[in-house]
């Protein structure tokens, strides 16, 4: 364990204040205690210390020692480097876990952050198989009380609150169908596998169904067109899942991990009289010579800073009273037996029966 003396920021007044008043250090509110310190972990830490209020990091844990110890230093508090996400989630320093790591050590540490009685936030997906989130879901209900959310940040998304508005006003008619897309410019060319573009990415698509239509996926089915030259090598990118909803509704949802060109996620919902669509999210668009464009998103970090930012401030929000809020690990659980069925299709080709038992009373809305 590491001491990582916290630097000056605005909350923290300098030693000998010169003529204006000293500024009291900001309470530190909620006291975070972050594992897995990569992309995701490191934007959170930074969102929780300098956007959001009520929370603070105090502890960070990484297998990768050095990435831990650099994401601790500068921080406005001290934040001890743990050398186990054990050590971290039993500190009495810390009131709430996030976990950030890779999803295969997600089981563990929200079920050890669960046994210590913690409210733990997890990244999706909650656990890689239904199997693994059904432990969960025995835990939690166990302990008798809702501790965990998990990071399904779409919901949080403007766009996607407002379709969720304009569909359920009613004024459109049923819907019918939805098509999907969700373009990454690039993944690692190491590690990611075509399995992973189901289970890491379209994940978010399943969830976002469930919760736009306000009912269960049933069944699954991916087809596999042309590969892209440029996809990295063994990677069938991209894919076409389809998703059929418990009503009927039909979803199509197209994955290009290596479009290269931008992050590009996009929506549009058809319904009997109308349809409604995720508008482009660039802030203008320019014409010149006889051309107009705009921006395409970076990646999720700048699609999605908004989303991120809600989710997290909701957490912060909930454990501060005690609560819970968001997505449930009951929705963790229905993306990964979403996902089981998926994954089953893309290996047979076949069309594949979602299987999942009835939402138990805990979980009811
Ligand atoms: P990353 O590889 O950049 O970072 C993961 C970090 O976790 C690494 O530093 C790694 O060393 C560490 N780690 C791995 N196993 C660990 C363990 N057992 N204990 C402690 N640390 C461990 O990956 P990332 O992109 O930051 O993704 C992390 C998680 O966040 C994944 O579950 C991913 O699916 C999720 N994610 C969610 C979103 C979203 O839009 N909600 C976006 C990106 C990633
Ligand atoms: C990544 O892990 C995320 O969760 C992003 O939101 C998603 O768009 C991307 O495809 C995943 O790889």
Redesign the pocket.
């Known amino acids: 364990m590491t001491p990582h003396p916290g630097g000056t920021t605005p909350a923290d007044p300098p030693a000998h204040g010169g003529a204006s008043p000293p500024v009291p250090p900001r309470p530190p509110g909620v006291r975070v205690g972050v ?9 959170h830490i930074r969102r929780i210390t300098q956007v959001l209020t009520g929370g603070s990091v105090v502890a960070v ?4 020692a050095e ?2 110890g650099q994401a601790a230093a500068g921080l406005p508090r001290t934040v001890i480097a743990h050398d ?2 054990q050590d971290l989630i039993a500190d009495d320093n810390v009131d709430a876990v996030l ?8 089981e ?2 929200v079920l050890a952050a669960v046994a210590a009685g913690k409210p733990v936030f997890c ?3 909650l656990a890689p198989s239904s199997d693994a989130c059904l432990r969960i879901l025995d835990a939690e209900v166990a302990a008798g009380r809702h501790l965990i959310q998990v ?3 779409r919901r949080y998304d403007a766009g996607y609150l407002a379709m969720k508005a304009a569909l359920d006003d009613g004024s459109l008619g049923p819907a019918l169908l939805m098509h999907c897309a969700h373009r990454n410019p690039s993944v690692p060319d190491y590690g990611f596998t075509t399995d992973m573009i189901i289970s ?1 990415s379209a994940v ?1 698509e399943m969830d976002i169904v469930r919760w736009l239509f306000g009912e269960e996926i049933v069944a699954a089915t991916v087809l596999t067109p042309r590969r892209a030259g440029q996809a990295p090598d063994g990677l069938q990118d991209p894919l076409i899942l389809l998703l059929e909803m418990a009503s009927g509704v039909l979803v199509d949802d197209e994955l290009f991990v290596s479009a290269r060109y931008g992050y590009d996620v996009r929506g549009e919902v058809v319904c009997e009289t109308g349809t409604v669509a995720l508008a482009d999210v660039s802030e203008v668009t320019v014409r010149a010579q006889n051309r107009y464009g705009g921006r395409v998103p970076v990646d ?2 700048d699609r ?1 800073i908004r989303a ?1 930012d809600a989710e997290l401030q909701e957490w912060l929000n909930a454990v501060a009273v005690g609560s819970a809020a968001g997505p449930s690990s009951w929705d963790g659980y229905a993306a990964a037996a979403v996902t089981d069925a998926a994954l089953e299709a893309l290996r047979t080709g076949q069309r594949t029966a979602v299987s999942m038992p009835e939402r138990p009373e805990f979980y009811a809305k």
Do not use: C, L
């Not at 976990?99 to 997600?106: D, L, N, Y």
């Open positions: 594992i897995g310190t990569g992309m995701i972990g490191q934007d844990n990484d297998v990768d990435r831990a186990t996400a976990v950030a790591s890779w999803g295969a050590a997600h563990e540490q990244e999706k997906p990071g399904f940040m890491d978010h999720w970090r999605f991120y």
